[in-house]
């Protein structure tokens, strides 16, 4: 929708948009979620900051105070949408593939287009990452943190939570708030908390040390708001520096939360095995737990080719690195004319693209490039 709100401010190009607006966030993401983005770094972009959170607030009536719930983002995703791109297809598109010099898509229910460009804003709901241990285990008795829409449906369960960063936090607290008898299993020696420095965190200091995004450590935050200086560092040091910029750790606003929810750190589970209708998982210092359902917070690995709708022509067609297509500027593909933005944008322009914070970057990048090559 950012990229949409960017496209339409060409003059000349005819700008269609594609999805059900907001649909990972309202149908996948657990009901009473805050975001750990902070509000600064929660507003879509557009290009002449007219829909913001604080306007949509100004407008809608609904009131925000500290971090923005779920329900409430949903709102202002739905709002935006109807500003900057009010006449959206909610047609689902089932293939886009090459043709002539430019781009077919078809919709499910066979419309075809063409296109001289095509973005790629699929989000990350097809990238659910699954350890091999937990694959042959049939849901309901495994469950990704992105299929925990409903945290009350497990009330009198013991659930077993893998992960120690904000989704598996955050679902823990949820599942405990919501009755549930949940345990997090951490693999790292202790759990990480944003926010534990607050002197960093003082006056002009705070300006000096992180970035607008608030994304990573003092003075690596300020990297990764700016990505195209980030992509300039030498392949090593990304590699490193992104890692540690969205490294497992949790938002301040559930330390108070966790307090009465069993953490045990230092451990994995090696073993997983159902026998009747209990899950059996063995851990690395030989401790078992028996229990109703295995949460997995274990995040998301981008692999662009479980986008269902790219072609398999199109998809040999684009340079990649372990999932990721290989992006220059504009955040255009070695395929001319195809873009990606959010996750699958993050190898070539860092962790911002993971982010709503990274929306402006990303669209605004994308309109100047096509800008440019539309006035040739």
């Not at 705070?206 to 708001?225: N, R």
């Not at 969205?246 to 994995?268: D, E, Q, W």
Request: charged letters at 25%; hydrophobic letters at 40%.
């Amino acid at each position: 929708m950012s990229a949409a709100a960017y496209l339409r401010s060409i003059p000349g190009l005819d700008v269609k948009v594609f999805g059900e607006p907001m649909s990972f966030w309202a149908e996948q993401m657990p009901q009473g979620m805050l975001l750990r983005s902070p509000y600064v770094a929660s507003h879509l972009a557009d290009p002449h900051e007219e829909f913001t959170l604080d306007s949509f607030q100004q407008a809608s009536g609904v009131r925000i105070s500290g971090s923005v719930p779920l329900d409430s983002f949903v709102e202002y995703g739905r709002w935006f949408q109807k500003r900057a791109a009010p006449d959206l297809e909610r047609r689902e598109v089932s293939c886009i593939g090459k043709k002539g010099d430019g781009f077919a898509l078809i919709t499910k229910d066979e419309m075809e287009l063409k296109a001289q460009r095509i973005v790629i804003a699929g989000g990350i709901a097809p990238f659910p990452r699954y350890p091999d241990l937990f694959r042959r285990i049939p849901k309901p008795y495994i469950v990704h943190s992105s299929e925990l829409r409903k945290p009350s449906e497990y009330a009198g369960r013991k659930v077993l939570v893998i992960g120690g960063g904000q989704s598996a936090l955050e679902s823990a607290a949820l599942l405990h708030e919501a009755g549930a008898e949940a345990e997090v299993i951490v693999r790292a020696p202790v759990v990480h908390w944003l926010g534990q420095r607050p002197w960093l965190r003082v006056g002009p200091l705070e300006k000096i040390l992180y970035g607008k995004g608030d994304i990573g450590p003092a003075g690596v935050s300020q990297l990764v708001q700016r990505p195209y200086l980030f992509r300039l560092l030498p392949r090593k040091i990304q590699d490193k520096l992104g890692p540690r910029a969205i490294r497992a750790a949790g938002a301040k606003f559930l330390i108070s939360r966790m307090k009465n929810v069993s953490i045990s750190t230092n451990r994995f589970a090696k073993r997983a095995a159902l026998r009747g209708d209990k899950l059996h998982i063995s851990l690395s210092d030989g401790a078992e737990r028996v229990v109703d359902h295995v949460l997995l917070g274990t995040g998301y690995k981008v692999d662009i080719s479980l986008y269902p709708f790219l072609s398999r022509e199109l998809l040999g067609a684009v340079d990649q690195f372990d999932g990721f297509p290989k992006l220059k500027h504009g955040l255009e593909s070695s395929v001319p004319g195809l873009h990606f933005l959010g996750a699958p944008a993050a190898w070539s322009f860092g962790p911002l693209m993971r982010f709503v914070a990274g929306t402006e970057f990303a669209s605004s990048h994308l309109a100047q490039s096509v800008r440019r090559k539309t006035r040739r």
